[in-house]
């Protein structure tokens, strides 16, 4: 016997079957409660094997909070290992919601900096699953902030067409040119190399091209073997099968023409 109070959860049941707990409401419980079994390894986090049980799962948590699912040495504060092979490290996004509307986010990645600068605080990059655009097709979406202003970069549609600063591509890569003043695609060549852009059939068969003649600064048409159908040159000169015309229009060759000149 005791004088006092006493405080708990429950009590083990005087008489009772075996692993029977008198409860604080008087009710019986049964079960191991308060009962932990088991060993694991250092920085895992542990998990329950269906039979009271505790054991390693495959996340590791270490002392610098980086956590590794299937890797015991992260190099990140999130590093996915995969060790089935032919199969691809995934990470799920789901959204549960079964009536999406037209524009709605289905997933994202949202990148944020806290830069204290100030052309850096709240800089954020975005890559969002869209439910759909005004095509009515899916699409992810690429998107950078800076301060207040956010722009749309790059539209990937389920189709495979790409837009960029245009979330409604009608052409394999369609561009929104942001200005009258800002060019809408810029392509550099290396110090003394040509810029060439060659066109295939669908048997991946080279028809034509297009060549920038980086030393002579001349604009050309070129057929499958490179020789050069039609110059333009960096002085307005125009050469059709003669690639350094000396007028306005010089051709090498018969003209033939059914109206005035």
């Not at 009271?52 to 699912?69: A, E, H, P, R």
């Not at 996004?93 to 052309?119: H, K, M, P, W």
């Not at 956010?150 to 245009?166: M, R, T």
């Not at 000169?237 to 003209?255: E, Q, R, W």
């Amino acid at each position: 016997t005791f004088a006092g109070s006493v405080t708990a959860n429950s009590f083990i049941k005087d008489g009772g079957a075996s692993s029977e707990y008198l409860m604080a409401d008087g009710s019986v419980s049964t079960g191991s409660a308060g009962t932990v079994r088991g060993s694991g390894t250092d920085n895992t986090i542990a998990m329950f094997d269906g039979t009271g049980d505790i054991q390693d799962s495959v996340i590791i948590q270490k002392s610098n909070n980086y956590i590794g699912i299937q890797k015991s040495l992260p190099t990140a504060p999130l590093h996915i290992y995969n060790n089935e092979d032919g199969k691809a490290t995934n990470v799920v996004i789901e959204n549960g919601d079964t009536a999406l509307t037209t524009g709605q986010a289905v997933g994202a990645v949202i990148f944020r900096s806290n830069d204290a600068s100030t052309n850096a605080a709240g800089n954020s990059g975005y890559i969002t699953s869209i439910a759909e655009n005004p095509t009515g097709k899916y699409g992810m979406e690429f998107r950078v902030k800076d301060l207040a202003t956010e722009n749309l970069a790059l539209y990937i549609q389920s189709d495979g067409k790409i837009g960029i600063d245009n979330d409604a591509p009608a052409a394999m890569l369609d561009i929104e040119g942001m200005s009258a003043t800002v060019p809408a695609l810029k392509v550099n060549a290396l110090a003394g190399d040509n810029l060439i852009m060659d066109i295939y059939n669908s048997s991946n068969v080279k028809r034509m091209g297009l060549e920038y003649d980086n030393s002579n600064i001349n604009f050309n048409v070129v057929d499958r073997n490179t020789n050069k159908l039609f110059t333009v040159r960096e002085g307005g000169n125009v050469g059709i099968g003669d690639d350094t015309p000396s007028f306005k229009l010089d051709v090498a060759g018969a003209i033939r023409a059914t109206g005035d000149i």
